[in-house]
Structure formats: C-alpha cells, structure tokens
C-alpha cells in the first residue's frame, strides 16, 4: 500500500522536519551581531542547527527574545515558527 505522506511525499524529501512547522531545535551560534533600528535592540543571528545538513539558520530578533553576550560556539534552543527564528536560549539555562 501508498502512503501519500511517507513513501510519496516525504521519500524524496530524506524524511526531514519542515523548518515551517512551528518547532524548537538544539544549535551552534556561528555569528551574533548587535543590530539597533531606531533604538530598538536586535540580534542578527547565524545558527547551525543539530541534525541538519543544510545551510545554517540566519534571523534577527529582538534583544529581549535572546540571551546577552552570545558568543560564537554557544549550544542554543532556537524556538523557530514558519522558518523563522522566534526566541533562542542557551542550553542549560
């Protein structure tokens, strides 16, 4: 028997999770660079996530939706809605 969602869709896919499905992921800081828009604070973010062989996750939120002082090479929880980086947390916190 076909199954429409594993042997059709998702096949050719390697049985990856959707980025668009609302999820929270473990990463690796690979750059966070302070952004202030009409003095708002904002991180630009590049987050290589665990498990993915793709490129790294790029985003910018909101200096109150991530930890202070990210470093390069900190382990996170990326909170991700519609691809979209919504909160981050360092693992362990």
Known sequence: MVDGL???????????????????????????TPVSIHGDRYLDL???????????VLGRVGADDCPES???GERVS????????????REGD
């Open 6 to 32: 594993t042997d059709g869709w998702a096949a050719p896919h390697g049985r990856r999770v959707s980025l668009l499905l609302p999820q929270t992921r473990i990463g690796t800081v690979r750059s966070a």
């Open 46 to 56: 590049v987050i290589a996530l665990e498990g993915d062989s793709g490129p790294p």
């Open 70 to 72: 990210l470093a390069p």
């Open 78 to 89: 990326v909170r991700l809605t519609l691809g979209v980086i919504v909160r981050v947390v």
